[in-house]
C-alpha cells in the first residue's frame, strides 16, 4: 500500500501522469518504459521494479482511467437511476478510449486485481443505486443480480460480441434484472 | 480465405502447430517469431506478412484452441441440456489454459473478429441444444437470450471477477434464463 504524499506515492503519480500524456503525444502503441520513464523524471530501473514491464504499468494506468469520477445521480427512481447508470457505463466502456483501457486493465495484470478492481468499481456504483432505492422503500434485487443482469452482458457485448449494442438494449437489461417486460 | 490443401493452408498449419509445440516445450511467454518460424521451416518474414505480429498470431491459435470439439450432448430435455453445456462451457473456460486462450484471443485481434468468433462458437453450440429442444415441442428462449443470461455471466466473472464461480451457479443461471427459480 502507497502512503499518500510519501516518495511512493510521488513516484506513482509522476510516473501515471507521463504515460497519460505522452499517450495522447505520440499514442499508446509507441510508448517504452524508457520514454515514460524520462518524461516522469525517473530512472527506466524504477519503473521495472514497481511494475515489472510497460504492460503492468499500462494496466494500472487504465484501472485509473476507468474509476467513476461522480456518484451515479438521482433521478427520483430504481429503475430511472439504473437505467441512467447502465447508459453511461455503455458511453464509457464502449467508446474507443474504454474499450483500450479494458483492455489494458485485463492483459498487464498477472494477479487478476486490476480486473477486479474494474468489476469492484461498478458494484460500489450499484451498491449506492440500491441503498438508495431501499432508502426509499423499494424493494430491490441484490447487488449480484444486477452485475449478472446487466453489467455482465454489456461488458460481454463490448468485448466479444458488439452488435446491437445500444441504449435500447441497455434499457431492456435494466428491465429484465428488475423483473418488469418494459419500462 | 485460406484454400483447404494451397500452400497458404499448409503454412497455417505448420505454424499453429509449432507455436503449440513451443508453448507447451518452454512455455508461452517465451515465445518468438524467429522461434516459431524455424520450428514451422517457414522465414519469419512469412510470419510478419501474413499474421503482423507474434500477438496476432497467438490470438488466432487461441481461437483454434476455443473452437468445440463436439456437439453438445443430449440429456433428453432443455434444462438438462443446458446445464451440462455450461458447466462444461464454464470448466473449459476458467482452467487455466482456457483463461489464458481468452486473454491471447481478445489481446492481439485489433479488429475484434477474434473475439466474435469465440462467441459465435458458443452461441452455435446453443442454437443446437435449442433447436433440438424446438423440436421435442418445448418453448424455448432465443439465442441471445441464453447469452445474455449464462455465457455473459460467465465470462465476465471468468475475467473481472472469480469469486463464487461455479457449477451451482452455472445451474442458477440456466434456471433464470429458463424463467424457472431451481431445477
Known sequence: MVRPGGRSARVQAAVH????????????DALTVPLVARRAGVT?????RRWGDLQELLSDVAVERLRPEASPGDHGDL?????????????????PAGRSYIRDALLGDPDGSNAGQCSAY??????TVLARAAGRGDVTPDVET???GVVA???????????GLDAPYAHRLVAQAL?????
Open 179 to 183: 423483473g418488469r417486460t418494459g419500462p
Open 122 to 127: 461498478a458494484a460500489e456504483q450499484l451498491e
Open 146 to 148: 444486477v452485475m449478472d
Open 17 to 28: 501522469a507521463a504515460v497519460r500524456e505522452l499517450a495522447s503525444e505520440v499514442g499508446r
Open 79 to 95: 429503475y430511472a437511476d439504473l437505467t441512467a447508470w447502465a447508459e453511461q457505463f455503455l458511453d464509457e466502456m464502449a467508446s
Open 44 to 48: 527506466p530501473s524504477t519503473i521495472y
Open 153 to 163: 452482458p454489456l461488458m460481454y457485448r463490448i468485448l466479444f460480441r458488439p452488435d
